[in-house]
């Protein structure tokens, strides 16, 4: 076999493919988060559209096509959970890769490159070091007091308090009037996180 065998070719770009998602999936979110069905399920889509748009990369396949195959993927939006929009990142990040990977008419030293740099950006801009000032947590109320909920500054006082974390600022998720319910984020910053 040689370098330009199509299958020495499909499988050092399924290799490339594994290792950055493994490396994105595994090293860097689930090391940071420990959302083993994030991780798993990003990984698995991963290698699906790799599969799926290595077979349509190497057929006549229009443009139009391939814009159908990604309103079918975003039909899929993981819409019966919320995601944070960090999850939203790496899923797409897992995503981006097979895309890279499986479109056949690149070099493999490109894909190789362009994949380091994928890498690269989400290790550097994810990095708990870089962006280190404020963490956040989700928090459900039961009891709505809107006198508070209608003073920024007194909620934010109030939960700094009931957490025994300085609240730098909070999201109203929901309200629930009916079973007296709210549902905030919470962005908080505690004394050795400055």
Known sequence: MTPTDPLVELAIRFMINATAMLCLMFGMFYRRYRNKELATTAGMFNIFAFSVLTILSSVAFSIAAGFGLFAILALFSLRSETISKVEISYFFGSIAIAVICSV???????????????????????????????????????????????????????????????????????????????????????????
């Open 104 to 194: 056949l008419g690149t070099g493999l030293g490109l894909v190789a490159l362009i994949v380091v740099f994928v890498l690269t950006a989400a290790w550097l801009l994810d990095h708990p070091r870089i962006l280190q000032s404020a963490d956040s947590a989700r928090l459900t109320l039961d009891r709505i007091e809107a006198h508070v909920l209608a003073d920024p500054v007194k909620m934010r006082h109030d939960l700094s308090e009931r957490l025994g974390v300085e609240v730098m600022n909070f999201e109203v998720i929901e309200l629930n009037y009916v079973n007296d319910l709210a549902r905030l984020n919470v962005f908080y910053r505690t004394e050795g996180n400055v």
